[in-house]
């Protein structure tokens, strides 16, 4: 029996693993008491049936974050392993014939290497980058950028992460001078009098969550959804709101113009604790209902049903999520409801405050370590003379080794190649051709590289362009620690044996570190750069490396991790006595709306939005395998009067195209969204080739939330079944 | 609040260096505040706005931009020749470039009374125009506790009577805040409805029933004739006794001064696309005072994206004024009213409309409609959906023949229909209602099916469908 997580969202769910001797699976003897790494894969190497598995998940009721509960993402998570379509064998293409054949695992990692070599040689250290990923452990975020700055020594590092909760993270550095996605535990909500979720559909994208929520509800709470789509968590609302696809900040301008005009700011709070409000009030003055409303389509009447619950209680809590910040505004959004929370007095009172319902599994921790490009481990900037003397120290270099600020995630995939930047692309985590934005334009980047390495644990869609597969370790196989939405560090533990042919991370990076770094260079009181592939290792030396940084994890360790139940790095509730700023003040940021990048016309009529379904996680490269979750193909939701308007029934295939790209999928006719935008969901290859890649100028977040489509009816669609099997083909092998 | 707006403007071009020129700008005001929201008002009178919450920049805002804003300061003449204006204080202030910003003035109905033999006011007569107006006004209802804008000062208001002349958006605003305030309110109209420049007599009617139903009194086709010490007579041989009067019965564009610099100007100040004078480049008008292509508007969205192609213009960006889609709506408690453009205009010129009108309920909803587009509208008593009616009109968006007339519909709420064996019920576990009727009580559920378990979303659903297998009510179900 092993205690640990669920390999998916952020809430990082506990959960028991439980090893079973039977195939059937059904009421195993829980009580078996098998320890760690026992009762594995018999039939080790090769790919085998889904016998191999021998794991079963059952509920682990302590852990106060689910209780217990699991969505159905969770309860089936131990079908990818012993899945036929896992990887054992690292894989090389030959460029010239396009074959890719298995290779051993010296002979892979001597290729890489000497790929990079000969590039950096010729075209210096900065011709490598990096892609990491947000549900990487900490210890692989942590050491996948010591391998960037100290192995390959590039500056080119960044992460999917930059997708997820970027925004929030500019606006909670700029308004608290700190950044962790709820300052407070989420149970903290069910004493709330009011949650108000900006832009975040728990219940489906993690459903454990959504109990908080309705303990809330029973105390006699009221929760409030703002959303363009009437959401499984809407429909549990006390009050709705449907704003146009980003217009999320004029909404908080309106909503804090009336908490003013109301008197209901909350002045001592302001003038003691805070900074910049006289600023932020006369921005908010021209902000009246009506101009909201028409520029958000929510009525005036529900703007005020609004400010009138925020104004009803001191124990409110404000959250926001991916509907919200991924905008070419999406710092500025999360600004906006920021300056909100803080006008009425909020962060750092009991039960109230500002948080972001970050979306990863390792969203948290996965940015605090070192793979964003311009920080270094400890959330510690990486242009900080002091953090470079302080990290060079842990890593044994000299600090001036250390490269400076690369580019973001999508800056970066943007300059590959023959976008005249790195040549060279390792990627760990992460299935850039689903995920990226414009992800037409993105893949021919990847196409063009000379040297693509993706590690995997599939054959995902961007494992399949690269010339080099590494078969890595999965969640249940492994151990390491992950920062769940609160700031929660937990443990995964491994619970069974890998495949054999299997390695981890960790491995990879060590074996590549170790081909790379030349002998330890001028002595000078150093040791060296070491890789350490033992978990409890790189964590010690991730404590080290961070220690006095503002994501400090030096007191944090397995053993208190175990006996805790995680352990939540800095306070559990923040922001009580001060905010992290330099004079402890928190501070209002004018956050001016103006829309998003790319407006409706006459040639693109409707909003495009884009989001997760419960069955699916991320780019749906592990969901998609596992046979327990319904996988119907991405579809196309919309309202019955669009539809009408085109002329297509539900579920009949729709095209969606945008200035990028398009998607043909089955309609899906409900009444739920907005009449003028339609929703796609991205798990699978398509969704974003049509979103757009306008970078928000702070967080450098792609606007994946909004931009402007036509639609169409499917020209030659000869049946919807044999339509739908043409396209999840294509979907699922491109 | 346009000429706020165009400064707004020109600052953020100066910080972003999309304009070299160095500017000395001057802003001459009359009044004695800052600049000020004036559309917010009404909600000033009505108490759920505070006063303090009006102010659009404050004085230190245009001296941190290095900008002179002089208040109090009223324009004598503008000599175009000299390029320069001259103020009543003798001053001069040249300029290469001028605006004009004057916006309207109130227009005085002629009523006998209302102006006494030394040419002020009645006592009991107050303009609505400025903030010291309405400041006037909330002193003169005993309203004016501005610590605690709702719910005050009720009490003291009650058997008082107030009589609004003039039955457009500002005197209904008006009326309705004065009758929040707890006045026994009544509104005059020389035209035959309310709101007779934007809407239809039919709706005009619905809506002077909607706002009898809230306490004021309308009276309709009926002109105020004389004020006495305490009464107002109408043309219709009424008289309303009355211990206040507000005039809120129009404006016009403010050009007399610009009529005295020789432009020209018919209702307003006449400016080509560039919003520069037709009489001389270096003069420009916006707002309310200005006149463009034939029209002039009185309303601030026109009159902020004046000032920002204007900003454009000063900073030689290749930008015209074409015009400005016009939603106007009533602020007021409880009292719905949306006019989407020139709904009476566009009958005329042969739009189609679309229509749904329910006086039982007190709701009347026209859609004017074009090729497919709305070109105008009015909604009145029922502004359901109004969100999605403003972004089709405001996009222009070609919508199918049936949505005009779905847009005016309520929405339905969703009827509950007994749930078929394969429908999922549970999403986090895949639970379908069959699976849970097969299970004999709520725990047998969790257990089997985990049901529940996720999100719990379900448990109610859950219960229902046990308790429909056990006859048993959903409660009794553990």
Same mark, same amino acid.
């Given at each position: 029996?092993?205690?640990?997580?669920?390999?998916?969202?952020?809430?990082?769910?506990?959960?028991?693993?439980?090893?079973?001797?039977?195939?059937?699976?059904?009421?195993?003897?829980?009580?078996?008491?098998?320890?760690?790494?026992?009762?594995?894969?018999?039939?080790?190497?090769?790919?085998?049936?889904?016998?191999?598995?021998?794991?079963?998940?059952?509920?682990?009721?302590?852990?106060?974050?689910?209780?217990?509960?699991?969505?159905?993402?969770?309860?089936?998570?131990?079908?990818?392993?012993?899945?036929?379509?896992?990887?054992?064998?690292?894989?090389?293409?030959?460029?010239?014939?396009?074959?890719?054949?298995?290779?051993?695992?010296?002979?892979?990692?001597?290729?890489?290497?000497?790929?990079?070599?000969?590039?950096?040689?010729?075209?210096?250290?900065?011709?490598?980058?990096?892609?990491?990923?947000?549900?990487?452990?900490?210890?692989?975020?942590?050491?996948?950028?010591?391998?960037?700055?100290?192995?390959?020594?590039?500056?080119?590092?960044?992460?999917?992460?930059?997708?997820?909760?970027?925004?929030?993270?500019?606006?909670?550095?700029?308004?608290?001078?700190?950044?962790?996605?709820?300052?407070?535990?989420?149970?903290?909500?069910?004493?709330?009098?009011?949650?108000?979720?900006?832009?975040?559909?728990?219940?489906?994208?993690?459903?454990?969550?959504?109990?908080?929520?309705?303990?809330?509800?029973?105390?006699?709470?009221?929760?409030?959804?703002?959303?363009?789509?009437?959401?499984?968590?809407?429909?549990?609302?006390?009050?709705?709101?449907?704003?146009?696809?980003?217009?999320?900040?004029?909404?908080?301008?309106?909503?804090?113009?009336?908490?003013?005009?109301? /008197?209901?700011?909350?002045?001592?709070?302001?003038?003691?604790?805070?900074?910049?409000?006289?600023?932020?009030?006369?921005?908010?003055?021209?902000?009246?209902?009506?101009?909201?409303?028409?520029?958000? /389509?929510?009525?005036?009447?529900?703007?005020?049903?609004?400010?009138?619950?925020?104004?009803?209680?001191?124990?409110?809590?404000?959250?926001?999520?991916?509907?919200?910040?991924?905008?070419?505004?999406?710092?500025?959004?999360?600004?906006?409801?920021?300056?909100?929370?803080?006008?009425?007095?909020?962060?750092?009172? @009991?039960?109230?405050?500002?948080?972001?319902?970050?979306?990863?599994?390792?969203?948290?921790?996965?940015?605090?370590?070192?793979?964003?490009?311009?920080?270094?481990?400890?959330?510690?900037?990486?242009?900080?003379?002091?953090?470079?003397?302080? %990290?060079?120290?842990?890593?044994?270099?000299?600090?001036?080794?250390?490269?400076?600020?690369?580019?973001?995630?999508?800056?970066?995939?943007?300059?590959?190649?023959?976008?005249?930047?790195?040549?060279?692309?390792?990627?760990?985590?992460?299935?850039?051709?689903?995920? =990226?934005?414009?992800?037409?334009?993105?893949?021919?980047?990847?196409?063009?590289?000379?040297?693509?390495?993706?590690?995997?644990?599939?054959?995902?869609?961007?494992?399949?362009?690269?010339?080099?597969?590494? @078969?890595?370790?999965?969640?249940?196989?492994?151990?390491?620690?992950?920062?769940?939405? $609160?700031?929660?560090?937990?443990?995964?533990?491994?619970?069974?044996? @890998?495949?054999?042919?299997?390695?981890?991370?960790?491995?990879?990076?060590?074996?590549?570190?170790?081909?790379?770094?030349?002998?330890?260079?001028?002595?000078?009181?150093?040791? /060296?750069?070491?890789?350490?592939?033992?978990?409890? $290792?790189?964590?010690?030396?991730?404590?080290?490396?961070?220690?006095?940084?503002?994501?400090?994890?030096?007191?944090?360790?397995?053993?208190?991790?175990?006996?805790?139940?995680?352990?939540?790095?800095?306070?559990?509730?923040?922001?009580?006595?001060?905010?992290?700023?330099?004079?402890?003040? =928190?501070?209002?940021?004018? &956050?001016?709306?103006?829309?998003?990048?790319?407006?409706?016309?006459?040639?693109?009529?409707?909003?495009?939005?884009?989001?997760? %379904?419960?069955?699916?996680?991320?780019?749906?490269?592990?969901?998609?395998?596992?046979?327990?979750?319904?996988?119907?193909?991405?579809?196309?939701?919309?309202?019955?009067?669009?539809?009408?308007?085109?002329?297509?029934?539900?579920?009949?295939?729709?095209?969606?195209?945008?200035?990028?790209?398009?998607?043909?999928?089955?309609?899906?006719?409900?009444?739920?969204?907005?009449?003028?935008?339609?929703?796609?969901?991205?798990?699978?290859?398509?969704?974003?080739?049509?979103?757009?890649?306008?970078?928000?100028?702070?967080?450098?977040?792609?606007?994946?939330?909004?931009?402007?489509?036509?639609?169409?009816?499917?020209?030659?669609?000869?049946?919807?079944?044999?339509?739908?099997?043409?396209?999840?083909?294509?979907?699922?092998?491109? | 609040?346009?000429?706020?707006?165009?400064?707004?403007?020109?600052?953020?071009?100066?910080?972003?260096?999309?304009?070299?020129?160095?500017?000395?700008?001057?802003?001459?005001?009359?009044?004695?505040?800052?600049?000020?929201?004036?559309?917010?008002?009404? &909600? %000033?009178?009505?108490?759920?706005?505070?006063?303090?919450?009006?102010?659009?920049?404050?004085?230190?805002?245009?001296?941190?931009?290095?900008?002179?804003?002089?208040?109090?300061?009223?324009?004598?003449?503008?000599?175009?020749?000299?390029?320069?204006?001259?103020?009543?204080?003798?001053?001069?202030?040249?300029?290469?470039?001028?605006?004009?910003?004057?916006?309207?003035?109130?227009?005085?109905?002629?009523?006998?009374?209302?102006?006494?033999?030394?040419?002020?006011?009645?006592? =009991?007569?107050?303009?609505?125009?400025?903030?010291?107006?309405?400041?006037?006004?909330?002193?003169?209802?005993?309203?004016?506790?501005?610590?605690?804008?709702?719910?005050?000062?009720?009490?003291?208001?009650?058997?008082?009577?107030?009589?609004?002349?003039?039955?457009?958006?500002?005197?209904?605003?008006?009326?309705?805040?004065?009758?929040?305030?707890?006045?026994?309110?009544?509104?005059?109209?020389?035209?035959?409805?309310?709101?007779?420049?934007?809407?239809?007599?039919?709706a005009g009617r619905v809506l002077a029933r909607d706002l009898e139903r809230l306490g004021v009194a309308v009276y309709t086709g009926a002109r105020a004739v004389r004020l006495t010490d305490n009464a107002l007579r109408l043309d219709t041989g009424v008289t309303l006794e009355t211990d206040l009067v507000v005039l809120t019965a129009g404006g016009?564009?403010?050009?007399?001064?610009?009529?005295?610099? /020789?432009?020209?100007?018919?209702?307003?100040?006449?400016?080509?696309?560039?919003?520069?004078s037709v009489s001389d480049p270096a003069v420009h008008a916006i707002g309310d005072c200005a006149e463009h292509d034939g029209r002039v508007t009185g309303f601030v969205p026109p009159a902020w994206e004046q000032a920002s192609v204007l900003a454009g213009v000063l900073t030689d960006e290749p930008v015209k004024y074409d015009g400005s889609r016009?939603?106007?709506?009533?602020?007021?408690?409880?009292?719905?009213?949306?006019?989407?453009?020139?709904?009476?205009?566009?009958?005329?010129?042969?739009?189609?409309?679309?229509?749904?009108?329910?006086?039982?309920?007190?709701?009347?909803?026209?859609?004017?409609?074009?090729?497919?587009?709305?070109?105008?509208?009015?909604?009145?008593?029922?502004?359901?959906?109004?969100?999605?009616?403003?972004?089709?009109?405001?996009?222009?968006?070609?919508?199918?023949?049936?949505?005009?007339?779905?847009?005016?519909?309520?929405?339905?709420?969703?009827?509950?229909?007994?749930?078929?064996?394969?429908?999922?019920?549970?999403?986090?576990?895949?639970?379908?209602?069959?699976?849970?009727?097969?299970?004999?009580?709520?725990?047998?559920?969790?257990?089997?099916?985990?049901?529940?378990?996720?999100?719990?979303?379900?448990?109610?659903?859950?219960?229902?469908?046990?308790?429909?297998?056990?006859?048993?009510? @959903?409660?009794?179900?553990?």
């Amino acid at each position: 029996m092993t205690r640990t997580h669920c390999p998916y969202c952020s809430l990082q769910c506990g959960m028991t693993l439980v090893s079973t001797s039977s195939t059937t699976g059904a009421g195993s003897t829980t009580g078996a008491g098998s320890t760690t790494g026992v009762g594995s894969t018999t039939g080790a190497g090769s790919t085998t049936t889904r016998r191999a598995a021998g794991l079963e998940v059952q509920p682990w009721a302590e852990f106060p974050v689910n209780e217990g509960g699991l969505c159905r993402k969770g309860w089936t998570a131990t079908e990818l392993r012993g899945h036929r379509e896992r990887l054992t064998t690292p894989m090389v293409r030959d460029r010239a014939t396009g074959e890719i054949r298995a290779a051993g695992w010296d002979e892979a990692l001597d290729l890489v290497a000497g790929r990079i070599k000969e590039l950096r040689t010729a075209s210096g250290p900065d011709s490598i980058a990096v892609f990491g990923g947000g549900g990487l452990t900490n210890e692989k975020a942590y050491q996948l950028g010591k391998l960037a700055r100290v192995a390959l020594g590039t500056s080119q590092i960044d992460y999917n992460g930059r997708w997820c909760m970027a925004s929030a993270a500019s606006a909670g550095n700029q308004a608290f001078g700190i950044d962790r996605g709820l300052p407070f535990p989420l149970a903290d909500v069910e004493q709330a009098d009011v949650v108000v979720l900006v832009g975040s559909n728990l219940a489906e994208t993690m459903p454990p969550a959504a109990r908080h929520f309705d303990r809330l509800r029973g105390r006699g709470g009221k929760l409030v959804v703002i959303d363009p789509r009437l959401t499984t968590t809407a429909q549990r609302a006390d009050l709705f709101l449907q704003p146009v696809p980003g217009t999320d900040l004029a909404l908080a301008l309106g909503a804090l113009h009336l908490v003013d005009a109301a /008197g209901a700011v909350d002045e001592e709070y302001v003038a003691t604790r805070t900074h910049g409000w006289d600023d932020v009030r006369r921005s908010v003055a021209s902000w009246w209902p009506e101009r909201v409303e028409r520029v958000t /389509g929510v009525a005036t009447s529900e703007l005020r049903a609004l400010v009138d619950l925020l104004t009803s209680s001191r124990k409110v809590v404000i959250l926001t999520a991916r509907g919200a910040e991924q905008h070419s505004q999406g710092t500025a959004t999360v600004l906006g409801w920021i300056n909100v929370a803080l006008a009425l007095g909020l962060p750092g009172t @009991p039960y109230a405050g500002y948080g972001c319902l970050t979306g990863q599994g390792n969203g948290q921790g996965g940015r605090e370590h070192g793979q964003k490009a311009d920080q270094l481990p400890g959330y510690r900037m990486i242009d900080d003379p002091a953090a470079r003397e302080h %990290v060079a120290r842990v890593w044994g270099v000299a600090p001036e080794t250390l490269p400076g600020r690369g580019r973001s995630a999508y800056e970066l995939l943007e300059s590959l190649g023959d976008g005249g930047g790195p040549r060279a692309l390792l990627v760990f985590g992460s299935n850039i051709v689903v995920s =990226a934005p414009n992800a037409h334009r993105i893949t021919r980047r990847l196409e063009s590289l000379d040297l693509l390495v993706v590690c995997d644990l599939v054959m995902s869609e961007t494992a399949a362009l690269a010339d080099v597969v590494l @078969p890595v370790t999965q969640w249940a196989e492994e151990t390491g620690t992950l920062t769940n939405l $609160e700031g929660r560090v937990v443990l995964r533990q491994k619970a069974a044996e @890998p495949p054999k042919g299997v390695r981890s991370d960790l491995e990879v990076i060590a074996g590549l570190a170790e081909r790379l770094v030349s002998t330890p260079s001028t002595g000078s009181g150093t040791d /060296g750069p070491t890789f350490s592939t033992d978990p409890e $290792e790189v964590f010690a030396e991730l404590g080290r490396a961070s220690a006095g940084g503002k994501a400090d994890y030096s007191a944090i360790s397995y053993d208190r991790i175990r006996e805790e139940q995680g352990v939540f790095w800095g306070s559990p509730r923040m922001f009580t006595e001060s905010f992290a700023t330099p004079d402890g003040r =928190a501070r209002f940021v004018v &956050a001016e709306h103006t829309g998003p990048a790319e407006s409706t016309d006459e040639a693109f009529p409707v909003h495009l939005t884009t989001g997760r %379904v419960l069955a699916q996680y991320q780019s749906g490269a592990q969901t998609r395998r596992i046979r327990s979750l319904p996988d119907d193909g991405p579809f196309v939701e919309l309202h019955p009067m669009l539809a009408d308007r085109i002329g297509v029934r539900d579920g009949e295939p729709v095209v969606v195209r945008t200035r990028r790209g398009e998607l043909t999928a089955p309609a899906k006719v409900v009444t739920t969204i907005r009449p003028d935008t339609v929703f796609v969901p991205f798990h699978w290859v398509g969704a974003n080739r049509l979103t757009n890649d306008a970078l928000d100028p702070s967080s450098r977040m792609p606007e994946f939330k909004v931009c402007a489509a036509s639609l169409g009816l499917a020209t030659s669609s000869p049946s919807g079944s044999d339509y739908s099997t043409t396209d999840r083909a294509a979907g699922l092998t491109a | 609040m346009a000429a706020t707006r165009l400064v707004e403007e020109l600052v953020a071009r100066v910080s972003a260096g999309s304009t070299t020129q160095e500017w000395a700008i001057t802003v001459l005001g009359d009044e004695r505040r800052p600049p000020y929201n004036r559309i917010l008002l009404s &909600a %000033v009178l009505e108490g759920t706005h505070r006063p303090e919450s009006l102010t659009l920049r404050d004085e230190q805002w245009y001296a941190d931009h290095g900008i002179d804003l002089r208040l109090g300061a009223r324009v004598l003449e503008i000599e175009p020749r000299l390029r320069d204006v001259m103020l009543v204080d003798g001053t001069t202030v040249e300029y290469d470039a001028l605006v004009l910003a004057t916006g309207s003035i109130p227009t005085l109905p002629p009523i006998r009374g209302l102006v006494r033999m030394d040419g002020t006011l009645h006592e =009991a007569v107050h303009a609505f125009r400025s903030l010291s107006d309405c400041q006037g006004l909330l002193a003169a209802i005993g309203g004016l506790d501005t610590a605690s804008p709702r719910g005050s000062a009720y009490s003291t208001t009650e058997g008082r009577r107030a009589v609004v002349v003039g039955g457009g958006l500002l005197g209904l605003q008006v009326a309705r805040a004065l009758g929040v305030r707890g006045i026994a309110t009544e509104v005059v109209e020389g035209a035959d409805h309310l709101l007779h420049r934007q809407l239809g007599s039919a709706a005009g009617r619905v809506l002077a029933r909607d706002l009898e139903r809230l306490g004021v009194a309308v009276y309709t086709g009926a002109r105020a004739v004389r004020l006495t010490d305490n009464a107002l007579r109408l043309d219709t041989g009424v008289t309303l006794e009355t211990d206040l009067v507000v005039l809120t019965a129009g404006g016009r564009p403010s050009t007399a001064l610009a009529r005295r610099a /020789g432009l020209e100007v018919r209702r307003g100040i006449v400016v080509d696309d560039r919003l520069t004078s037709v009489s001389d480049p270096a003069v420009h008008a916006i707002g309310d005072c200005a006149e463009h292509d034939g029209r002039v508007t009185g309303f601030v969205p026109p009159a902020w994206e004046q000032a920002s192609v204007l900003a454009g213009v000063l900073t030689d960006e290749p930008v015209k004024y074409d015009g400005s889609r016009v939603v106007a709506r009533l602020r007021a408690t409880d009292l719905d009213v949306a006019v989407l453009g020139d709904p009476e205009a566009e009958v005329r010129d042969g739009g189609e409309v679309v229509e749904m009108s329910n006086p039982v309920r007190g709701s009347h909803r026209r859609l004017v409609v074009r090729d497919g587009r709305i070109v105008a509208g009015a909604l009145v008593g029922d502004l359901n959906r109004i969100g999605l009616i403003t972004q089709h009109y405001d996009r222009q968006t070609l919508l199918g023949p049936t949505e005009p007339g779905e847009l005016l519909m309520t929405e339905r709420a969703r009827e509950t229909v007994r749930l078929p064996d394969e429908a999922e019920i549970c999403n986090c576990a895949g639970v379908t209602a069959g699976a849970v009727r097969a299970c004999a009580s709520f725990a047998d559920a969790r257990e089997k099916t985990r049901a529940t378990t996720g999100c719990g979303g379900c448990a109610s659903t859950v219960r229902q469908l046990v308790a429909e297998q056990s006859r048993l009510t @959903p409660e009794g179900v553990k």
